[in-house]
T-cell receptor
């Protein structure tokens, strides 16, 4: 157990809909990262937040947005869903302060299926 | 640009040794990570190298040569449960602790 939690585990929805994925980082971690992983593909970095502020953007579509709240949990919002958005969405957290390696710890993921 | 290369797939025999290579070209270097990912599951952290040389952790070892932009993950005494994808990731000079990810190497273990 990495200490990172994600809800829901599975989500099935229709094209054109909007969904929200939730992530709670490990206790004490200030950085949250969102990744998309399509079937048999590598991890695609979407966006990073650090202590409530957006720090970096990767290949995130304009239809997608995210935020990190004062309690450090984060939400990823996906709107106008398309079939191609079906994927595993991972959240990861890291300390970002002190320490040495700042490895990222991954949550179990949310499997999104768009029909 | 920034690039990380790993073989797409490798096959090895149970009980044997396998070496998974990773080469990288990044803007700066602040450490290299190896992760293991079983199908449909989250990646889990295996190792971290920031200085040249070999880091050993039980059956797994990771090597780094910064001058060559090269790393490898060595897995000994292979077990069937080692069948997974192995992801190489590099932290560049970015101060946000982002990682640049390779596409992963799918390792198939045969009895």
């Amino acid at each position: 157990d990495s200490g990172v939690t994600q809800t829901p585990k599975h989500l099935i929805t229709a094209t054109g809909q909007r969904v929200t994925l939730r992530c709670s980082p490990r206790s004490g971690d200030l950085s949250v990262y969102w990744y998309q992983q399509s079937l048999d593909q590598g991890l695609q970095f979407l966006i990073q937040y650090y202590n409530g502020e957006e720090r970096a953007k990767g290949n995130i579509l304009e239809r997608f947005s995210a935020q990190q709240f004062p309690d450090l949990h984060s939400e990823l919002n996906l709107s106008s869903l398309e079939l191609g958005d079906s994927a595993l969405y991972f959240c990861a957290s890291s300390a970002g302060t002190g320490g040495t390696s700042y490895e990222q710890y991954f949550g179990p993921g949310t499997r999104l299926t768009v029909t | 640009g920034q690039n990380i290369d790993q073989p797409t797939e490798m096959t090895a025999t149970e009980g044997a040794i396998v070496q998974i290579n990773c080469t990288y070209q990044t803007s700066g270097f602040n450490g290299l990570f190896w992760y293991q990912q079983h199908a449909g599951e989250a990646p889990t952290f295996l190792s971290y190298n920031v200085l040249d040389g070999l880091e050993e952790k039980g059956r797994f070892s990771s090597f780094l040569s910064r001058s060559k932009g090269y790393s490898y993950l060595l897995l000994k005494e292979l077990q069937m449960k080692d069948s997974a994808s192995y992801l190489c990731a590099v932290r560049g000079e970015d101060s946000n602790y982002q990682l640049i990810w390779g596409a992963g190497t799918k390792l198939i273990i045969k009895p």
